[in-house]
């Protein structure tokens, strides 16, 4: 609902960010096709038609939890969270992209912005001679990041490096992407 000058009311800011944390928790633990609006409300606690009236349908809830998610990790990273509190956040946002592609949802069309990605760019660009570049080595450095944290345990079991200790791997990804793309905000470091 908006106000008479057009922005959002206080409830329905409220609203809004109370479901979507809830969403997001669910869409992770479950995907999205497994979460109805019903298992959102009862996680919420809000009202099932509060949340359609205004957030809308399950395709407008996930478009929306991807947003906030986005939103969510660059508020915890520009406030200075600890790199714990930051990979969590990124983690959470990696699970619900992956389970809403699963669920056929488009991501791509989905998502309305791309700050976090956007930042990576714009760390290659100082890196690689053009636009195209950049942006293909960034592409390259998250699907080596998501393939391991969705496929860590296989790929270490596969691999035989069970015994290297995941902390060990994770440094070693990390170390690689922020060397190559540049570390502005140094959240590969300590």
């Known amino acids: 609902m908006t106000t008479a000058s057009g922005g ?20 992770a633990e479950r995907g999205p096709a497994a979460t109805s609006l019903r298992d959102i409300a009862d996680r919420s606690g809000v009202n099932a038609g ?9 395709e407008a809830i996930v478009a929306s939890v991807l947003d906030y998610l986005a939103e969510d990790l ?6 200075g969270s600890s790199r ?13 992209i ?8 488009d ?14 760019v714009a760390a290659a660009r100082d890196h690689h001679g053009d636009e195209y570049t950049a942006r293909v080595a960034t592409a390259d450095a998250l699907a080596l ?18 015994d290297a200790g995941p902390r060990r791997i994770e440094d070693a990804i990390t170390d690689s992407i922020t060397t190559e793309l540049g570390d502005p905000r140094r959240l590969g470091r300590d």
Do not use: C
């Open 98 to 105: 992956a389970r809403a592609l699963l669920d056929g949802f």
């Open 8 to 27: 959002r009311n206080d409830a329905g800011t409220r609203v809004r960010s109370t479901v979507l944390s809830h969403a997001a928790d669910l869409f």
């Open 145 to 162: 990041q998501l393939g391991w944290r969705l496929f860590g345990p296989f790929l270490r079991a596969a691999t035989g490096l069970d």
């Open 74 to 79: 660059v508020t915890a990273r520009d406030a």
């Open 50 to 58: 509060l949340i359609f009236r205004h957030i809308g349908n399950k």
């Open 84 to 96: 714990d509190v930051v990979e969590a956040r990124a983690e959470r946002s990696w699970k619900v």
């Open 107 to 120: 991501v791509g069309q989905l998502q309305h912005r791309f700050p976090n990605v956007e930042q990576l």
